[in-house]
């Protein structure tokens, strides 16, 4: 599936977040969009799947534009793990789970004995199918993102949108859920805070700085010294490991 922004700006209140900013994702990448925080990372997701309305450019989704398509419909394609975990109640991890077939549920519609099978599937794929009935508020913060993807993937989506689905996470849980969706095939999109995490998992990478892109292209082509220096401010050293070819960004300095 593809995802396509051209010229897309979005305003908040009088001020402009986002500016002239085009991006495509294609069939199987995994494309991140890093930038200093405040640069319009997650401005850009949510104008993607739909909680921000861009003020001008256009967005499209598997060829059609995003205005041409129901709400419904972009939720049946587009599968979104945010930041946050926090339910406002307190659910099992199955009941949480199914909550990404409603996207497919006429209103009203009762679970069926396919999308318990589907729920349990997407479970199993992220590692979690011995804790359906554990209230998800007792998990710990790397179970719950597992959990989230699950619930994702239970919408049974073309493509995923992650808006920084590893902060908070210890490093362990941070690689694991990396892995995890790296290994579904579908494409993803993807705002990413640690950086050498985006140049070991991405297969393209957008640069963002004040709402606009500044860089794209492959992790080596993108992170190299001058680059990072104008965008993050920061002094590196890069090193590319001869076997996989994936290069290592190393810090000396501000």
Do not use: W
């Not at 394609?77 to 409603?102: C, H, N």
């Not at 508020?137 to 808006?163: C, F, H, M, W």
């Amino acid at each position: 599936m593809n995802i396509k922004t051209k010229n897309l700006s979005v305003d908040i209140g009088r001020k402009n977040i986002i500016h002239d900013v085009s991006i495509d994702v294609e069939k199987h990448e995994f494309v991140g969009i890093v930038g200093p925080n405040g640069s319009g990372k997650s401005t850009l997701l949510k104008s993607v799947y739909r909680v921000l309305r861009p003020s001008a450019g256009m967005i499209e989704i598997d060829g059609k534009l995003q205005n041409e398509i129901s709400l419904k419909e972009s939720a049946k394609k587009l599968g979104v793990l945010t930041q946050s975990s926090d339910l406002s109640f307190d659910f099992t991890v199955e009941e949480v789970v199914m909550m990404g077939r409603t996207p497919h549920k006429k209103l009203m519609e009762p679970d069926s004995d396919e999308d318990y099978e589907i729920a349990r599937d997407s479970l199993k794929k992220v590692g979690m199918e011995d804790l359906t009935d554990r209230e998800f508020n007792t998990l710990s913060g790397g179970e719950r993102q597992r959990v989230l993807i699950a619930r994702a993937l239970t919408g049974q989506p073309k493509a995923l949108i992650l808006d920084e689905p590893t902060n908070h996470l210890d490093i362990h849980y941070q690689i694991s859920l990396l892995e995890i969706v790296s290994s579904l095939g579908i494409e993803v999109f993807s705002a990413m805070h640690d950086l050498n995490l985006a140049a070991t998992y991405c297969t393209k990478i957008y640069m963002m700085k004040k709402g606009q892109i500044v860089s794209c292209g492959t992790p080596k082509e993108v992170f190299v010294p001058e680059m990072l220096r104008d965008v993050f401010g920061v002094n590196a050293e890069i090193s590319e490991n001869r076997e996989n070819g994936r290069i290592n960004i190393i810090y000396t300095g501000i």
